[in-house]
């Protein structure tokens, strides 16, 4: 399977790794040219013209700042945690209780402060996790350790679960890291990510990674996979899958035509 050129040895990067255009200072995705001469827009407009900028912003105007270099990631940030974070949070941590196997032991890669883990947990109170994150947050709410970006620090097969929830897309090579899920594992790894499919599905997802992500100083590589390559990297590495969800309802509608239209997927491998 293809990889990035220049990437020697590098899974997870920590943010002092990256250039300054990939993590603090990020470069706003580029706006497709039908957005061209829209200076706003209304959330949640029912003509057809507007369905696919519904979930972007309100009022704000796309072409001017973004081509100024002022666009503000904090006013869209704000927006998106009314209408989208929230939603998020609920949405994945009823599919990641759906799919998690009885009195699991789990193994949350990236975790972030550990909120959608600790949303599983009360959800499905027979299962207990663990998360692991390269950024040191203050308060956390879950068990959280450091670690480097590329190996866990943990034996092997000591976990039944290793889950990634929106991770593997900001790491340079998503195969280091799933490998050490296989390692860690007992049983499967649990994945909720992206598939690059679709009407200028790059552009789509770049923009809602930079909206949710740049203004935390997350990595921001933009490494977005096809579904035949993470079905090649799963079998290469050996990993089977036995479900896999693409229609998870993240966005309301309209906005979820445009932003989920099958770029999520959640997978549940098992290790073969």
Not at 18 to 25: E, F, N, W
Not at 116 to 144: F, M
């Amino acid at each position: 399977m293809p990889q990035p050129s220049g990437v020697v040895n590098c899974g997870y990067p920590r943010i002092d790794e990256l250039k300054p255009t990939a993590m603090r200072r990020c470069s706003v995705p580029a706006i497709p040219a039908k957005l061209e001469g829209i200076a706003s827009c209304r959330l949640f407009s029912t003509s057809a013209r507007d369905v696919e900028i519904q979930a972007a912003m309100t009022t704000i105007n796309l072409v001017s700042n973004a081509k100024s270099g002022t666009f503000n990631a904090s006013a869209v940030g704000v927006l998106h945690d009314r209408l989208v974070s929230n939603r998020r949070v609920e949405i994945l941590s009823d599919w990641f209780a759906k799919l998690m196997p009885s009195g699991a032991r789990v193994l949350d890669v990236g975790c972030g402060d550990g909120t959608i883990s600790a949303l599983l947990q009360k959800k499905r109170p027979d299962i207990a996790v663990q998360g692991i994150d390269v950024l040191q947050r203050t308060q956390t709410h879950i068990p959280v350790e450091i670690f480097d970006g590329s190996s866990f620090p943990f034996p092997s097969s000591l976990f039944d679960v290793v889950l990634f929830s929106d991770v593997l897309h900001h790491t340079v090579d998503a195969t280091i890291l799933l490998r050490e899920a296989r390692r860690t594992t007992k049983q499967y790894v649990l994945i909720k990510d992206h598939f690059r499919e679709g009407l200028a599905a790059n552009a789509r997802l770049r923009f809602m990674d930079w909206v949710g992500n740049a203004r935390f100083g997350v990595a921001l590589p933009y490494n977005y996979w096809t579904r035949p390559q993470w079905h090649t990297a799963w079998r290469q590495i050996g990993l089977q899958p036995e479900h896999l969800v693409t229609t998870l309802g993240l966005y309301p509608k309209p906005a979820d035509w445009f932003f989920g239209a099958h770029l999520h997927f959640i997978a549940l491998l098992r290790r073969t």
